[in-house]
């Protein structure tokens, strides 16, 4: 694929592009992440100071960048991935002798505060798959799987809907899931999501023959669309939940935090989302942390002291 860019041209945007998509294999969004921060940061150089992307750039040009997302308050995290977007260009183009230093070292970035995440309630969950009578034709039997894969597993919607037949293990009762960067892992699931697979699949194959792999697929017989996947789970939690934000990430959290509050160590946490480090695992703690924090008020002589 040819990368061609309105306006601009860069052969230095294009050859990173082309490196993150066929080298590193980053996912579509991943990509459309850094090629938007890229060329954001290259309107940045043209407006303030009448140079592009592609000319040298220095320490104070970056972190005038920086100020100027602050003032139109940007978030921080936001912030942070732009600069990270940045870094890992001048580090592409160090390593290839484009630039000798890398403008982005010294940055210091914006602190990040710390985000709780927003999940389900076990209660609820356990009365949409064992308590309401939902519809057992293809479409029902297809959406709630969908919710119940997610919830299971704690997969990503990405990694949901690249799921093929292949992936699936009936025996094992585990799944094959990509995940980000293309990393392969297994990720094990009980009884209950095998039975809800063999159905599917029984019934799956009693409808009009659909010539894929797919696991999910729209009525083109192509991969499921990541806003079909959005509108089935936020119709299937309506029914049991008023939180306000219904999405498939929710119930990613969800799966991690109720694995936390039953004990999970993190580092099995960690390893069945995904995570590549630690720290980004360890946001789920603050439900388990909550839990000891309120049985130690009960329970201790001294708490009230």
């Given at each position: 694929m040819f990368y061609t860019f309105p306006?601009?041209?860069?052969?230095?945007?294009?050859?990173?592009?082309a490196y993150i998509r066929d080298e590193k294999r980053y996912s579509s969004n991943t990509f459309t992440?850094?090629?938007?921060?890229?060329?954001?940061?290259?309107?940045f150089l043209k407006l303030t100071y009448d140079q592009s992307i592609?000319?040298?750039?220095?320490?104070?040009?970056?972190?005038?960048?920086?100020?100027?997302?602050?003032q139109a308050k940007i978030q921080a995290k936001s912030i942070a991935r732009k600069v990270s977007s940045l870094k890992s260009f001048y580090k592409y183009l160090q390593r290839h002798g484009q630039v000798k230093v890398n403008p982005v070292v010294k940055i210091i970035l914006p602190k990040i505060g710390k985000r709780l995440t927003n999940y389900i309630?076990?209660?609820?969950?356990?009365?949409?798959?064992?308590?309401?009578?939902?519809?057992?034709?293809?479409e029902g039997l297809k959406n709630r799987l969908i919710v119940e894969i997610l919830y299971t597993c704690g997969l990503r919607r990405s990694e949901l809907i690249g799921l093929e037949i292949s992936d699936i293990d009936l025996e094992n009762s585990r799944l094959k899931v990509i995940g980000k960067g293309n990393k392969q892992r297994l990720v094990p699931f009980g009884m209950a999501l095998n039975n809800s697979l063999r159905n599917y699949l029984i019934r799956r194959n009693e409808e009009k023959k659909v010539e894929n792999n797919h696991l999910?697929?729209?009525?083109?017989g192509n991969k499921i669309e990541?806003?079909?996947?959005?509108?089935?789970?936020?119709?299937?939690?309506s029914l049991v939940t008023s939180i306000d934000k219904k999405s498939p990430h929710i119930l990613r959290h969800s799966f991690a935090t109720h694995l936390t509050e039953?004990?999970?160590?993190?580092?099995s946490v960690k390893t069945l989302l995904g995570h590549s480090s630690l720290a980004a695992t360890q946001i789920y703690t603050h439900n388990t942390i909550g839990?000891?924090?309120?049985?130690?008020?009960?329970?201790?002589?001294?708490?009230?002291?």
């Open positions: 306006d601009f041209g860069f052969m230095k945007i294009a050859l990173f592009l992440a850094y090629e938007t921060d890229l060329l954001q940061f290259n309107n592609e000319d040298d750039v220095n320490y104070q040009q970056v972190r005038a960048w920086i100020v100027s997302l602050v309630p076990e209660e609820q969950l356990y009365s949409l798959f064992n308590e309401l009578t939902l519809p057992n034709d293809f999910f697929y729209n009525k083109f990541p806003s079909s996947v959005y509108n089935v789970v936020v119709k299937m939690l039953h004990g999970a160590d993190l580092n839990k000891l924090k309120e049985a130690y008020e009960i329970a201790h002589p001294k708490s009230g002291s």
